[in-house]
């Protein structure tokens, strides 16, 4: 017997499908975040034959851009990877009170 409130939101399917999703090979995964790193990499190349401070200020930016947006990212899908937790544990503890045990018989048969 599920609680409205334990129903999954779109973002929380989103991210529970994300971690059930087996990517192919680690290439896609490289591709991924390469796509934003390779190009500072380049610059830093270059910064470091042709000393162009221009270019450097612009690999260093390009990093940090990216390092916002990973960390907004992750911090985002922590809520909802949170609220999951909490919506799988209520869901658990139901399937056990369902089959007769209370919460406090699970806790007193562990200890």
């Given at each position: 017997m599920s609680d409205k409130n334990d129903d999954f939101t779109d973002e929380e399917k989103h991210l529970i499908s994300s971690y059930l999703h087996k990517y192919p090979s680690k290439i896609e995964a490289i591709i991924r975040h390469g796509i934003y790193i390779l190009p500072s990499a380049i610059f830093a190349v270059y910064v470091?034959?042709?000393?162009?401070?221009?270019?450097?200020?612009?690999?260093?930016?390009?990093?940090?851009?990216?390092?916002?947006?990973?960390?907004?990212?992750?911090?985002?899908?922590?809520?909802?990877?949170?609220?999951?937790?909490?919506?799988?544990?209520?869901?658990?503890?139901?399937?056990?009170?369902?089959?007769?045990?209370?919460?406090?018989?699970?806790?007193?048969?562990?200890?």
């Amino acid at each position: 017997m599920s609680d409205k409130n334990d129903d999954f939101t779109d973002e929380e399917k989103h991210l529970i499908s994300s971690y059930l999703h087996k990517y192919p090979s680690k290439i896609e995964a490289i591709i991924r975040h390469g796509i934003y790193i390779l190009p500072s990499a380049i610059f830093a190349v270059y910064v470091f034959f042709k000393k162009d401070f221009i270019a450097s200020f612009v690999s260093w930016a390009a990093l940090f851009i990216y390092l916002i947006w990973y960390l907004s990212y992750i911090e985002r899908y922590a809520e909802s990877f949170y609220s999951i937790l909490s919506k799988y544990e209520n869901r658990v503890a139901g399937m056990s009170v369902n089959r007769g045990e209370t919460i406090q018989d699970q806790t007193d048969s562990r200890q």
